[in-house]
């Protein structure tokens, strides 16, 4: 039984291809996201790691901000396939947070990875990948050089805008005043951070926590919001691919279900 998990989101396309709900064959993340190549680019390039052609796969999922747009059997929101993704790799887990390129969530899960509650962010991008990927761009790195960069911070600089368009104009008010740009690059982590922090605890948080989505690449994100939460904070592994993951875990599902009816 081989099952697919698609996760298309606004900024990055992960497939994984899973064998008897149990074995992961290939998990593939591709740098760009919904209406792009990138998810016909993603899911080819899983198929051929797992040695396998689109016929072979018995059950297809998709979710994420752009699972409207892509060829699957069924879709799923990414509340229930994070939640199902972090059960099979953390059973202890109680709260995610999912930091994501478009959007913020904080999910409280049961024992199975049943949803609980949840909150989310969707309307701006301040608590989101997106505004790491605008002030890095004004601090002249890479987002994935960001944390080393912030890393060598003194004295964190404050960044008091809530909204990404004036949060740059700070920024850039900030650099041009002799701001140093690592303590300036902490001060974008912590802004991110502290507006999710937000969201977490209004969720309630129980621990075990867990960070996932590609903000949870950056470490210092998940040591600034084990700061903020006051708990303990860790990031899954493989963090990017945890959509993905559940996706192909609700398909070996509703296969199974298929199946047991034709009997």
């Not at 959509?243 to 070996?252: E, P, T």
Request: glycine residues 10%; hydrophobic residues 45%.
């Amino acid at each position: 039984m081989i099952t697919a998990g698609a996760d298309i989101g606004s900024s990055s396309s992960k497939i994984l291809i899973l064998e008897d709900g149990e074995k992961i064959l290939s998990a593939v993340v591709i740098p760009v996201g919904t209406g792009s190549s990138g998810p016909d680019r993603a899911f080819a390039q899983a198929l051929d790691q797992a040695g396998l052609t689109r016929d072979k796969l018995g059950y297809i999922v998709a979710t994420g901000y752009g699972r409207r747009h892509f060829e699957a059997d069924r879709q799923f929101s990414e509340i229930t396939c994070h939640a199902r993704g972090i059960a099979w790799l953390m059973p202890e887990a109680r709260t995610i947070i999912d930091i994501g390129g478009q959007d913020a969530k904080a999910i409280r899960i049961e024992p199975g990875g049943s949803v609980g509650s949840f909150i989310m962010n969707d309307k701006c991008a301040a608590g989101t990948g997106r505004f790491l990927d605008v002030m890095s761009r004004v601090l002249e790195v890479d987002v994935s050089e960001l944390a080393a960069l912030a890393d060598e911070s003194k004295q964190e600089a404050a960044i008091s805008s809530t909204c990404t368009v004036f949060a740059e104009s700070e920024v850039i008010s900030q650099l041009a005043q002799a701001a140093r740009r690592e303590d300036v690059a902490a001060g974008v982590i912590r802004s991110v951070v502290r507006r999710c922090a937000g969201l977490v605890k209004r969720v309630g948080p129980e621990a075990p926590v867990v960070m996932t989505g590609g903000v949870s690449l950056n470490p210092l994100a998940v040591r600034f919001m084990q700061e903020e939460l006051s708990i303990p904070v860790m990031a899954a592994s493989r963090p990017q691919l945890t959509g993905a993951l559940g996706a192909a875990l609700l398909a070996a599902r509703e296969l199974s279900k298929l199946k047991a009816g034709a009997l």
